[in-house]
């Protein structure tokens, strides 16, 4: 079983920057992308930025030219640099990663998600 754990949520103020990671594991487990989405109160879940293992990327309007994704396939993590935060950003942001394990069992997990909370 795969397993993502998220970390570097919290409270900041507008204009403020933060970090998130996600770190994958599992046995016989190889990564072909990860990425990021958000869930804001009473909306649905929404893609936020993926990027592949050989690093194409793929970045929602609302946060292009502010965040930037990245990935460490040697240690099976990816990351969101938040910058510039807006209100707006406020969400439960959740890690996904799909791929295979032992090569022909296609994954596709979530993480448990991690608060983001922009004041005014």
């Known amino acids: 079983q795969v397993q993502l754990v998220e970390s570097g949520g919290g409270l900041v103020q507008s204009g403020g920057s933060l970090k998130l990671s996600c770190a994958a594991s599992?046995?016989?487990?190889?990564?072909?992308?990860m990425g990021w989405y958000r869930q804001a109160p009473g909306k649905e879940r929404e893609l936020v930025a993926t990027i592949t293992s050989d690093g194409w990327t793929k970045y929602a309007a609302s946060v292009k030219d502010r965040f930037t994704i990245s990935i460490n396939n040697a240690k099976n993590m990816v990351y969101l640099q938040m910058s510039s935060l807006k209100p707006e950003d406020t969400a439960v942001y959740y890690c996904?990663?799909?791929?295979?394990?032992?090569?022909?069992?296609?994954?596709?997990?979530w993480g448990q998600g991690t608060q983001v909370t922009v004041s005014l």
């Open positions: 599992g046995s016989g487990m190889s990564i072909e992308a």
């Open positions: 996904n990663a799909n791929g295979t394990r032992w090569v022909v069992i296609e994954f596709r997990t």
